[in-house]
């Protein structure tokens, strides 16, 4: 049987070693992340270079300013979706490393409880009598501890969501009010 010390410290090294992990889990996926941020944003420089030349050699090849506000404005739409296009990569990258480190977290926590409850009722099987309050109150506390860690992770979930979908909202009015301003070539054609 061990003593209450050897069973406290058994326990804080395994705590100590949930959180390395934990940390390690976390880390793994935030530069996992931060690599699929960078490869978006390089390949997003890449092809705006690319197209900025192109346009810019279109644009000069104008042979007047009609022309060359058609060729402007013709750019709003590709633009546009484009932008989309990338806020929609960056909200899953965003999304996605969220789920992860949330999944990772909870996990952990759930681990944790588990051990800590677990260790209370090894160390309290011994305890004398009239400490029952004392442990139910104990027990109490990291259940509503738990309770509320949840509730963070909860809250960290809905605001992810809720900044997709204005993200979204945005993108979609930009690529709406693109529409409206580009002349269709039926309209241009009059």
Do not use: C, W
């Not at 192109?54 to 060729?71: G, H, N, P």
């Not at 739409?77 to 909200?91: M, T």
């Not at 501890?145 to 009015?173: D, F, M, R």
């Amino acid at each position: 049987m061990f003593s209450v010390p050897e069973q406290f410290s058994a326990a804080t090294k395994a705590n100590l070693d949930a959180q390395f992990a934990l940390f390690s889990t976390i880390s793994a996926k935030t530069l996992e992340s931060v690599e699929k941020l960078a490869e978006l944003n390089l390949n997003a420089v890449k092809s705006t270079l690319e197209e900025a030349t192109a346009t810019t050699r279109q644009l000069l090849s104008a042979k007047d300013a009609q022309e060359f506000i058609q060729l402007s404005s013709a750019q709003l739409q590709p633009n546009a979706e484009k932008f989309l296009s990338y806020s929609r990569h960056l909200g899953n990258i965003a999304s996605s490393a969220q789920a992860e480190l949330s999944r990772a977290t909870e996990i952990q926590l759930n681990e944790n409880k588990r051990k800590v409850v677990s260790l209370l009722e090894d160390v309290t099987k011994d305890a004398p009598a009239g400490t029952e309050q004392i442990v139910a109150a104990i027990k109490t506390a990291i259940n509503n501890s738990h309770a509320s860690l949840e509730q963070i992770n909860k809250s960290g979930k809905q605001t992810v969501e809720a900044l997709e979908a204005n993200l979204n909202t945005v993108v979609t009015q930009l690529v709406q009010a693109s529409e409206k301003a580009i002349p269709t070539k039926a309209s241009t054609k009059k």
